[in-house]
């Protein structure tokens, strides 16, 4: 089967704060199961629902501030296994990486395929 994305996804699990655009607003949190640059898929105690937009606050490992991005949910699943008690999954496209932590956030990629590089030499 041919990949279709047109970016690396790292199999990492970062913490997530996470506040779905709709009526009651309310932070919440989930766990990255992988990320790239363009999206990631979000383990959650509840059901994103498709097409939601959410205010996303990734915690990036060293970093003094999490990366605030605006996303949207592009598809969400229950989970038949919880891993670390999550009970569902949901991929989600970034629309926006706020300027404040851009390129925090892009440098802790870049260190990611740098690693996953040299793992492969």
């Not at 959650?44 to 629902?49: F, R, V």
């Not at 870049?110 to 690693?115: D, E, K, N, P, V």
């Amino acid at each position: 089967m041919r990949e279709k994305r047109r970016f690396i996804r790292f199999d990492i699990s970062l913490k997530v704060a996470y506040i779905v655009q709709k009526e009651p607003k309310i932070e919440k949190f989930g766990v990255t199961k992988d990320i790239s640059a363009r999206g990631m898929q979000l383990l959650t105690g509840e059901k994103l629902e498709f097409r939601d937009k959410v205010d996303l606050k990734i915690f990036v490992p060293e970093a003094l501030n999490p990366a605030h991005i605006k996303g949207v949910i592009v598809w969400s699943k229950e989970l038949a296994e919880r891993p670390k008690g999550y009970s569902h999954s949901a991929g989600i496209d970034f629309e926006k990486i706020e300027k404040d932590n851009k390129n925090t956030f892009l440098k802790f990629l870049c260190s990611l395929m740098y690693t996953e590089n040299k793992k492969e030499e």
